[in-house]
C-alpha cells in the first residue's frame, strides 16, 4: 500500500490515528514518570493531560494541513464512499466514548479521586478515537458495503 493507492479521507484517517496514539503515549510516559515512588493520584496531571489534548489538535491540524499540500489534487475529493466509511468508523468509535462516560459517572458515584475519572474519560476518548479509525482503515482496506 502506498500513499498513491489512498484517498486524502484514508491519508487524514491515519493521521489522527498516529497522532492519537503517539500524544496518549506522551502523556502516559509523563504521568508514569512521575509517579515514581508516590502514587498516581498524587501524581500532577492536569497540565500534562491539557498539553497532551491541545498537543493533539494542532498536531492532527498540522498533518491535515500536510496531507492537502503534499497531495492537492485529491483534497477535496470526497464521494459517497468516503462519507458512508467516515459514518460507520465514527459509529464504531463512540463505543468507548459511551463505555469512558459510564466508566467515569460510576468512579464518580463511588467518590474516586478525580485523577481516575479524568483519566477514564480521556482513556474512552483516546480509544474511541484509535477504534474509529481502525474501523475506518479496514473499511478502505478490505471493502465497506453499506446498507
Known sequence: MTS????????NTWVYAVVTFCSYGAYLAII???ARG????????????????????LASILGHVAVGIAWPKDCDKKDQRDREIHQFGEYIG????????VAALVLSMAEVAHFWIANAI?????????LGSAAKLVAY???FQSC
Open 4 to 11: 498513491a493507492d489512498m484517498t486524502s479521507e484514508e491519508k
Open 32 to 34: 508514569l514518570g512521575r
Open 38 to 57: 508516590i502514587p498516581l493520584t498524587a501524581v500532577h496531571y492536569v497540565g500534562p493531560m491539557l498539553w497532551s489534548i491541545g498537543g493533539a489538535i
Open 94 to 101: 463512540q463505543s468507548f466514548a459511551v463505555i469512558g462516560g
Open 122 to 130: 480521556y482513556l474512552g476518548f483516546v480509544l474511541s478515537a484509535l
Open 141 to 143: 482496506r478490505r471493502g
